[in-house]
């Protein structure tokens, strides 16, 4: 049975968009000496980008020809980040991939780079940029999936919090615009938005002081991977896990125990490494040549709603999943 539900997750987790499905015909350069330079800049430094760095490793290693530099990105300001991009550029990348903290700010600096190297959003776009394409999970369909479950949790209503990293990312926006959709009508009300800058501590006393603040607060919901963990940590705290229904994003190992525990309802599962190795891939046959790879400019995957009862399947897929 558990084979048969690891399968069907890996399935669902296959993923859509233009021209997936078929062959790549990118003329690979393994045999070439010199090796294609990428650089990948986070968002943040969390377990969802460890798995992405997974793939995007594991994609290296297989091509033979890439030489990948990976940055976590450990600030919390625009400038912190374009500084990293800037200093990539200024080696000599041959492309950069950028999971952007805030698309309206960074428009002018990434079309900028646009012009001097590849430039690929992974995660989170940048719309109205030139970058060459946008590789990430349907964020919309992520947040829509997250409103179900809440609604499942709180079937007769109630108040919702919501905690996130950086409000303005597009990723973020998408999410919560998805979430808003699925729960118009309904009797479950979004009464605020509380920011942390991805720091997990922050994060915590968020929820802490929300929970303080409205004692009537029914759902809680973390739109970032780290999230579900440190509302967790938050709500037993208060000595109201169980109570307070708690809905996240991604696949941490402490979000999957608290959806074992009961603690979580449920979270919104990503293909994390797909996404990475995907990214390295595709860049990797598009600078040697294969125009194809990023020329629909967008390449989007499914996600995935897990719950208490398939938790324990999610847990040996990952383990799966890190494998090298």
Do not use: H
Request: proline letters at 3%; a neutral charge.
């Amino acid at each position: 049975m558990k084979r048969l539900l690891i399968l069907t997750l890996a399935l669902c987790m296959a993923g859509f968009c233009p021209g997936c499905g078929k062959n790549d015909s990118g003329t690979g350069n393994s045999s070439t000496s010199k090796k294609i330079r990428i650089g990948f800049v986070t968002n943040t430094k969390n377990d969802f980008w460890t798995t992405v760095r997974n793939g995007c490793n594991n994609a290296a290693q297989n091509l033979g020809n890439v030489a990948l530099d990976f940055r976590f990105f450990t600030g919390s300001t625009v400038e912190e980040q374009n500084q990293i991009v800037s200093d990539l550029v200024a080696s000599g990348v041959d492309g950069i991939a950028i999971s952007p903290i805030d698309a309206d700010k960074q428009t002018d600096f990434l079309n900028q780079i646009a012009a001097k190297t590849l430039l690929v959003c992974v995660d989170s776009d940048v719309p109205k940029s030139k970058r060459a394409c946008y590789i990430a999970t349907d964020n919309v369909a992520a947040g829509k999936q997250a409103g179900v479950l809440l609604k499942a949790a709180l079937p007769k209503g109630g108040k919702v919090m919501l905690f996130v990293g950086f409000p303005d990312a597009q990723n973020a926006k998408e999410r919560i615009q998805g979430l808003q959709s699925e729960l118009a009508g309904s009797q479950l009300q979004i009464i605020g938005t509380q920011a942390d800058a991805t720091q997990p501590e922050v994060a915590q006393k968020n929820t802490q002081d929300a929970l303080a603040k409205y004692p009537d607060l029914a759902g809680l919901v973390g739109i970032y991977s780290y999230d579900g963990p440190a509302i967790l940590q938050g709500v037993r705290a208060a000595g109201k896990n169980g109570r307070v229904k708690i809905v996240c994003f991604d696949d941490d190992p402490a979000t999957l125990d608290g959806i074992a525990t009961g603690d979580i309802y449920g979270s919104v599962v990503q293909t994390s490494s797909r996404i990475g190795y995907e990214t390295i891939s595709r860049m990797e046959k598009y600078l040697a040549g294969d125009k194809t790879q990023l020329a629909q400019g967008k390449v989007l995957f499914s996600s995935l709603p897990v719950t208490q009862a398939m938790v324990e399947s999610v847990q040996a897929w990952r383990q799966d999943r890190l494998q090298p």
